[in-house]
């Protein structure tokens, strides 16, 4: 068997050729779609995305790099579009005729994800693991879409192109927002080559008044929520700002026990994640879901919780911090 | 310092509304150049993390399943069974939602909510359902608002829960970060101490909710004539 792959343990192995596949079938079926008038921009974004799932490993990086600017540019320039959907005057009716049962292929896929996370490292195949440990869950979550997609298509007999369609559909009233997570997630990697967090850990250090245990606290939660809200991800302002404040004023100066400052100060930058476009599958990507006609509509309904819960974070932590 | 230009696009860019995803570009680009990159090896940087970052975008595999579900009528069935239940109002509907998340994704059971997977194909219209069948037609920018919140709902749920779960990456980043310093911390002992602003998350974002019924009894007010 000299040659082939190897194809276990299951892992992004057989996930990138398996989305790339899937984003191919999006870009053609959106070709199919003579509602769209820009239906030529819709396949070639989703197409590119397919190139980079199928061919990402082959390519030099910086084709790479290009793909992501040219779908950026489709979507700049307006060429992404959706089609008009055909009225659907069946559906109230069908819905009574499923019933509760409607509910089963839904509950499938979480089911499947939760029972795969945790059982991943039990599945052996002549005594090598089925499944990726390091990619668990999302081997688990997509076996348990597949498992839901095929209950689905065999209980109600509907062909694949037309789940393929509807999908299509649901992802064109997304568009250009469906990329924004993994072109945010890479912008991050070229603020972290750059060094732009400790440019703006230093400045922290320099501008603010940090003369007193308050002060430092004041500082850290509110640094940890304002540098998560510009990266988009409380994972990457946490070593700036805890290296910065944290750790020589909080823990080193003032004495403070650095369990809870860790803990309180990952929370308080949670905060400024619900206040930011730059986390975007938590904040933009609902809104284009929601068809809500605002994108910034989830982020204004968070905008008090996230406040108001920056202070409670705040007030904890200078409470607790100096007294354990 | 010019390595901020990249994040001056940003706030620019998105102050102006133009489109996120080219201001992302945009600023990448500024960014790898302010730091002293060339063009090529500035997309190189981009490009590697991009496709190394592919998997974020797999979870769109589960739009043909909920695309299916939703032409068999999910939304609707949603709807009527959330309409029957007479008691049930949306903002408690959503605080249930809220103590649902919390709960499980403190037990790690993360995978359990989500926008895609259950926002939009059942906790919305099931908000939206309760919400009719108290105030009848909803004018559209409250049902906007509605499924505004029911999405923020879910974000603070899992946001203001997971910490409370030993093994999640935030708790383990926390722990490895002091390790490289030379503190040893104990991921329990972290845990624990997400538990208070666990239960500030529930109360206020709660009573958030609750507030969210009186304003709809207040502008939902039904028009008798219809």
Known sequence: ?324 | MLVLLGVAVMVLGFALRLNPLAVVAAAAIVTGLAAGFDIVATLTVLGKAFRENRYISIVWLILPLIGLLEREGLQERARTLIGRMKSVTAGRLLLLYLLIRQITAALGLTSLGGQAQMVRPLIAPMAEGAAESRHGPLPDALRYRLRAFAAATDNVGLFFGEDIFIAIASILLIKGFFETNGIIVQPFDLSVWAIPTAIAALLIHGTRLILLDRRLAKDATPEMSK
């Open chain 1, 1 to 324: 068997m000299i040659g082939f792959k190897p194809i276990l343990p299951f892992g992004f192995n057989v996930l990138y050729p398996l989305g790339g596949l899937f984003f191919m079938a999006i870009a053609i079926s959106g070709l199919l779609d003579h509602s769209n008038p820009k239906r030529w921009g819709n396949a070639a974004f989703w197409g590119l995305l397919a190139v980079v799932f199928l061919a990402g490993d082959l390519l030099p990086d910086a084709v790479n790099g290009l793909i992501a600017i040219l779908m950026a540019a489709l979507a700049g320039f307006g060429q992404i579009g959706k089609g008009v959907a055909a009225p659907d005057p069946g559906r109230q009716a069908r819905s009574e005729r499923w019933g509760e049962w409607l509910f089963i292929p839904a509950l499938i896929t979480p089911v499947v994800a939760l029972v795969g996370t945790k059982t991943a490292k039990y599945l052996t195949l002549n005594g090598q693991p089925l499944i990726d440990p390091k990619q668990a869950t999302l081997v688990s979550l997509v076996a348990g879409i597949l498992l839901a997609t095929a209950t689905a298509l065999i209980m109600f007999r509907a062909k694949p192109t037309t789940a393929l369609t509807e999908g299509r559909r649901l992802l064109d009233s997304v568009g250009w927002a469906g990329l924004l997570p993994q072109l945010l997630a890479a912008l991050g990697a070229v603020f972290v080559a750059a060094k732009v967090g400790d440019v703006i850990g230093n400045l922290a250090v320099t501008w603010l008044p940090l003369d007193g245990p308050l002060a430092a606290v004041v500082a850290y939660t509110v640094g940890m929520a304002l540098f998560t809200a510009i990266m988009g991800n409380a994972f990457a302002a946490f070593p700036v700002m805890t290296a910065a404040i944290g750790l020589p004023l909080i823990v080193h100066r003032f004495h403070g026990d650095p369990v809870i400052m860790g803990a309180i100060g990952m929370l308080s930058g949670f905060c400024g994640t619900l206040t930011t476009p730059m986390a975007a599958n938590f904040n933009i990507v609902p809104a284009a879901l929601l068809e809500l006609p605002d994108r910034n509509a989830v982020i204004k309904a968070q905008l008090p919780t996230a406040g108001l819960l920056l202070l409670v974070n705040t007030v904890l932590m200078y409470v607790l911090v100096y007294r354990f």
